[in-house]
């Protein structure tokens, strides 16, 4: 950590800033330079960055060295994570999408829904159980009979199943359904749910909040990964902007800024991201032009009578044409889809 | 609801749409403009906020008529609502001060600040004992330790308890200690939290959420209502913007403008907001000169020692010396401290 | 123009409001719901704009129902606007590629920096002569002597100019060197300037002001096209966001949402955007993925003593090897390079 | 500067570095971590700044020292700047108030509305002749002819005059006309204006740009005065943010946030901030309880008719009340009105 302090600070602030850092176990390097003294705390950083250094007298700023995160950092493991689920793969050369409704309304229209996303070879089905809605008066899911259309619909396709937790207390249940456990963005910081799954053998995808930063995502993915849950798979879902027009502004730039941070692979959800059906072909594209290791589309057999989403949710048949379309980006970009 | 349709939409599709609205129980208004044909949709639009109408063929653009918050408007209730906690009051003509640590750290500390914070004439203590850490790596909180120690500093103080709720699984124990609970800006639409608080007999104070708009903020708060818990206060925090000078940016407009809309008291956590305490006293006199009803200021008796926001907390000396101020703007707008 | 009444709004002062209306040359149509009563007011939209009804007694909320701009809309224009720079086209199935250095700084760098983007088939030229700065300290460009330079450039390699225009007092020098002149970010919204080049005959590339709405922009556009130049090229070069990890946020699905609202061709600038050379890659074949019409890549022969913007410059090399692979993504999307 | 090496970066990477930091006439000092080796660049920081050390090969991060404004910084001069305009102080223990309509619409209205202001003691008259509107079809403002007006108001009150200059080509027409030159919002980073009001002899009211952090909104000032020109008034007027509910955000913790960083007056403009005139009122006592020195209220003798931002004005009967409660907060921080 780099203490760089006020012009004109006194000889005995200098002092106790410096009795500060040894006594906490780290030496000091100090540099008189023309204009400022600069002062290197030189041992374990994380020690000094939950004391309020920058508040002592005579202290301009403070400046970390090290990234606060370690075990999803692309410095602690070199090579790209690839995440396998029931032998299929997230993160390596095929690129893979998880399709399907918001929301599982009701038996029949998940089956219908999943059988046609099946037809494109898509290997992933997205639905959920329990939904987190802004309103109380909206519809809220329909909890474990969801799960059970769900198993349904894994039987009938093969599809491998991607659904939401939201409360500790359902742990269990979607732990007996799910084959990957979805973090949602309005809990990537629900610190003890992240502790919950990272104590599980299950991947986990894990959205981006609303306005989290860069860094902060990949801390809540070190909070799973510090508990020994390594399968993470990071999920952009668009971030909140002044920009009106879309639902959220998609930060496609963050596919290969995470990965130059990180190891884990990364998955845009481009329906969340714009909120229109219109739009997600376009950003769908974008994505896998970027670099992204996967798709999370929201597909609904009869968007308009859709209880959730409905705006964003692409009909099938459009589902299909856009399936076929990025099948070449991914080949511009040497991957398969 | 209100649906614009494109010019040049076809006839049939303005029948789709008034047969979908009329299918769900509306009746219909059609006015023909130069430019737009406008179809009003008449009767309980709750039914049309959950359909995708904006996707239908022909349509431009929905606009909803009625605010989707109900119990928590100043619609549904003109009178201010005043929070009775155990005779002290926040939402009348007295300004509440809720001061102390970020978190519990130990009995002495605690005790120690509380009783300087007590002097002042400050009602409320507060205090984590269950702390939503961006770092797994970081201090964490007693658990229910902290709450006894928070126990032991009402029995020798006299003052009431706010304190952090993170996880439904808490909801007893911190039940049994807290006066008020509070529900963090990360859990602002953690909303089984929001139900499992609802269902409580006990004032909540909520703070919003990082990047949440007043009306999410509100609907957050009807969330609460709509289980039968009424006794909430709204807490401003300071949202995230672009500005990196200061931890979060203070919106201090929220006070009049949620007034205009709700009947909920509202207070300021300048700390949090501002994450600085050389700029608290300034903000602090800020938000009770636009009408706030109570402040959460951090208030430690060693800020360098402490494990959590040392940086943004105050010495006690310098809380007194601001109370003081505070009592002044107090009076300038007609209210007492 | 849609007007909701307050509930419980009087009967005078709906009057007043209908009578306001109707003062201004408009006509209106009521419609009393079970909840709210609505005014619609039928005629000359814009009249209604400029008058503040939202602050009349009684009135909860306006409702505008015509977008603000007209001449740059697709209502009033279907077709693409193709722009035509002495026979390349911008807009059409070809993507164009405008590359260069940031600024120009002196004869030698800039002719083998152009030379080098020359080889690939580059037909478009950018470079700043008048720079736009943070510090009145850095580097302010050379002026009409860059201009020289940009012409030596054009004469030796054949590419087109784009240069930056900032003050009214430069057009006439502008005119003569530019083949399309650049509106930066920072004067978006620099109406005058905007007027003044929509009173010539040359094409204009409109760079998004850092914080501006697509309706602004677009507003912004019409404002050139109002003075009667229609040859206008909008360029979305990232907005401002509170992540601070790249140097601006892209926002790749503006794309798509401008190609609905207007007719003009979208260009990308991902080195503005991101700020950093290492991401530029993936972002430009995103843009493309997505549909834009162009790319502004910063390309310098030496970007470690660019005296601006060296850290989002690409090498030569580099920049080679991007042109090829964006003729892959190019390709992938029916379109060529 | 202090530059950060990546873990395993070279002895050839760190040469090359130290190589390029020497070449450009700085010393240095290598400090050997456990974790990273830093080296510290000891000379002028400013040359550096301009170069992107961060692109060379083995660099991690590059932290600068010092901040990039000097003449307006607290450290270049410690007292408070006190503009004088013809007796009238900015920056003293006297709060000013700048009040007036938008835009100069007729001599009628603005003669009622000045001297309706004048009565209430206020020094200052706004009104803009020249304005910059989003749409070209909206009023632009009367130009010299409102200025005429502006003159008449103030020889009828004796009312300073504080208006806008847009474009560099009106210096002569505004400076004779006006006593406070504003630069508005839109124009913050228009460089070649800033320059041009640096080299004048009249005081300058800087608005803070829609996005601009504290920093940028600095280094404009610092344009301003590196020319000459030391009378500069700070202007925040409401940031943009994700919020809707009100026109703009207002960030009232920029004012003792700048009182840190810089010795130049701050005034706070709450009518563009909120730009609704029932938020005035609050946001008006929170800025002056902050510690701003001023306040720019837009006040319309008929705000219905008002034909530029009626929404957010007052009418001088609420003015004039809002006066008086703005004298008790000034007392209640021992300043005056």
Chains 1, 2, 3, 4 share one sequence.
Request: proline letters at 4%; aromatic letters at 4%; glycine letters at 8%.
């Amino acid at each position: 950590m780099i203490i760089v302090l006020k012009k004109g600070a006194t000889k005995e602030e200098k002092e106790n800033i410096i009795n500060k850092i040894e006594s906490l176990g780290l030496s000091v390097h100090v540099s008189e330079g023309k204009e400022r003294t600069i002062i290197g705390a030189i041992g374990d950083e994380s020690i000094l960055r939950e004391r309020p250094i920058n508040s002592m007298p005579g202290v301009e700023s403070v400046m970390p060295i090290l990234k606060p995160f370690k075990l999803v950092s692309r410095e602690f493991q070199k090579e790209d994570s690839i995440i396998n689920i029931s032998g299929d793969e997230i993160g390596g050369n095929k690129i893979q999408i998880i399709a399907g409704p918001c929301s599982v309304e009701d038996k029949e229209s998940l089956l219908t829904t999943a059988k046609d996303v099946a037809k494109t070879g898509t290997a992933f089905l997205r639905g959920g159980a329990f939904k987190p809605r802004t309103s109380p008066y909206s519809f809220q899911g329909l909890g474990e009979e969801g799960l059970k259309y769900l198993k349904e619909a894994k039987e009938a396709t093969g599809m491998r199943i991607v659904t939401e937790l939201m409360d500790p207390r359902d742990l269990d249940v979607i732990y007996k359904y799910a084959d990957v456990i979805q973090i949602g963005a309005r809990n990537m910081q629900n610190f003890r749910l992240l502790k919950e799954v990272g104590g599980m053998d299950k991947p986990v995808l894990l959205k981006r909040g609303l306005s989290a930063t860069i860094k902060e995502f990949l801390m809540s993915a070190e909070y799973i990964a510090s508990e020994g849950n390594r399968q993470i798979i990071l999920c952009e879902r668009g971030i909140r902007t002044f920009e009106t027009e879309m639902r959220n502004t998609l930060d496609v730039s963050v596919i290969p800024a995470i990965k130059r941070l990180s190891h884990l692979p990364v998955v845009i959800d481009p329906s969340h991201a714009v909120g229109r059906w219109d739009l997600v072909s376009a950003v769908s594209k974008a994505a896998i032009a970027a670099g992204a290791d996967g798709l999370l589309i929201e597909v609904h057999c009869d968007p308009l009578n859709a209880l959730c989403d409905g705006s964003q949710s692409l009909k099938p048949n459009k589902f299909a044409k856009l399936y076929e379309e990025l099948k070449r980006i991914a080949k511009a970009v040497d991957r398969s889809l």
